[in-house]
């Protein structure tokens, strides 16, 4: 015959069981005394005298302290008694007007037994919802500890080595050769790449848990695009891509001022272009275009890279999605998702869409002015 092994965990202590026995008897014990107590001083008094409603209190208490199904039973038994002093211990002495007023003490009692019930089920809701709410809270602090303290372990070393890397380019060691310092730069440029994932993990979890607080200042959101292109332009130099910025449907530069705040959506900006680089052939054109739609300015990211399928631009911009379309070969499904964590708190909205026949845009839009 087969063990079933029991964890103990699932078990209430042994002491435990017999205390909670011990003082339910003492509380059956408690109402039916009180019970019986206001029953006799309700039967030795004329019905038009209803002491009835002094029941109230053996009926709260057990709603209080025992089962739905006791206080039920409690409830019952009230109503009967309630409504059997019509006629014990004397029934001449019975009019019209004590029968209603009974009825209508028998009928505030069931209506009193169920809305206690209801109370007591939706007081037991809340401590449950405040008891997975803590537990969530002290979760997430938890996850933003180890997020934080991983990103920190993991930077160190990464940090380390391109402070090596950047000491062998410049030459502290010795002389190299171009072929070493082409492998040297590719070696920096990963680990600067793996330094901005863990940065980007940090953040998310770190939104997640706490919100995102933005530092507003009035900016020029074309300075801003035009910073963003430049500190890429070594990647798109590397893949053989161009990229080109356009205002309104032409190259004539102008300023679109509003408030946001300046780092966070340069980050944005640098997900949508590196996006792009990374999703592009070598010889294809990566183009920015600005716009003022009134209220709002909005930025268009165009790529000549693979398409888009339809059914997964929903979900482009959720945590971790990875896909299976060829754009979604590289990254960790971070970089969308908290460039939509920024945009949002700008009380702006950002999208994709597919081009045709190839290639895609990832656009949004920012109010000029924040509330």
Same mark, same amino acid.
């Given at each position: 015959?087969? +063990?079933?092994?029991?964890? *103990?965990?699932?078990?209430? /202590? ?31 008094? *004329? ?10 209190? =053996? ?23 309630? $409504?059997? +002093?019509?006629? $014990? ?7 019209? *007007?004590?029968?209603? +007023? ?5 009928? !505030? ?32 602090? $938890?996850?933003? @500890? ?10 160190? =070393? ?19 050769? /171009? ?7 590719? &070696? ?19 939104? @997640?848990?706490?919100? $995102? ?16 292109? +430049? ?14 910025? %356009? ?13 946001? @705040? ?7 900006? &640098? ?17 920015? %275009?600005?716009?003022?739609?009134? !209220? ?13 399928? *339809? ?13 299976? !379309? ?27 869409? /597919? ?11 920012? /109010?000029?002015?924040?509330?």
């Amino acid at each position: 015959m087969k +063990n079933l092994a029991i964890d *103990p965990s699932m078990q209430p /202590p042994l002491q435990a069981r017999p205390q909670t026995q011990v003082w339910r008897k003492r509380d059956v014990v408690l109402i039916t005394v009180v019970l019986l107590t206001i029953s006799a001083l309700d039967f030795f008094t *004329p019905p038009e005298y209803i002491l009835g409603f002094l029941y109230l209190c =053996p009926l709260l208490l057990a709603n209080r302290r025992l089962s739905q199904r006791f206080v039920l039973i409690i409830t019952g038994i009230i109503i009967v008694l309630m $409504l059997l +002093n019509l006629w $014990l211990p004397n029934a001449a002495l019975v009019t019209l *007007p004590a029968i209603v +007023n009974r009825l209508i003490a028998a009928l !505030s009692m069931a209506v009193t037994s169920i809305l206690s019930i209801r109370n007591k089920e939706y007081a037991n809701t809340i401590s449950s919802q405040q008891a997975d709410f803590a537990a969530q809270s002290q979760l997430t602090s $938890l996850r933003e @500890d180890f997020a934080s303290t991983l990103t920190h372990d993991l930077k160190t =070393p990464l940090l380390g080595a391109i402070a090596t890397l950047n000491a062998f380019l410049e030459g502290q060691f010795g002389a190299i050769s /171009p072929l070493q310092t082409q492998v040297l730069t590719t &070696m920096e440029r990963s680990h600067k790449t793996s330094v901005q994932l863990l940065e980007t993990l940090l953040d998310v979890y770190r939104n @997640d848990a706490t919100g $995102l607080v933005l530092h507003l200042e009035t900016i020029d959101l074309t300075t801003l695009v035009e910073e963003a292109a +430049n500190q890429v332009a070594g990647l798109a130099h590397h893949r053989q891509v161009h990229i080109t910025v %356009w205002h309104d449907e032409s190259d004539f530069r102008r300023s679109l001022r509003m408030q946001a @705040d300046a780092l966070q959506l340069q980050r944005v900006l &640098m997900n949508l272009l590196v996006n792009a680089i990374n999703h592009s052939s070598r010889g294809d054109r990566v183009e920015v %275009w600005l716009s003022s739609m009134g !209220s709002h300015h909005r930025v268009y990211v165009r790529d000549q890279g693979a398409g888009l399928k *339809p059914e997964v631009i929903a979900q482009l911009f959720q945590r971790f999605y990875q896909g299976d !379309s060829d754009r979604q070969a590289k990254g960790t499904g971070l970089g969308l998702y908290l460039a939509r964590q920024i945009i949002a708190a700008h009380h702006g909205t950002i999208w994709a869409e /597919p081009l045709s026949p190839k290639g895609a845009v990832f656009a949004f839009q920012i /109010p000029i002015a924040q509330p």
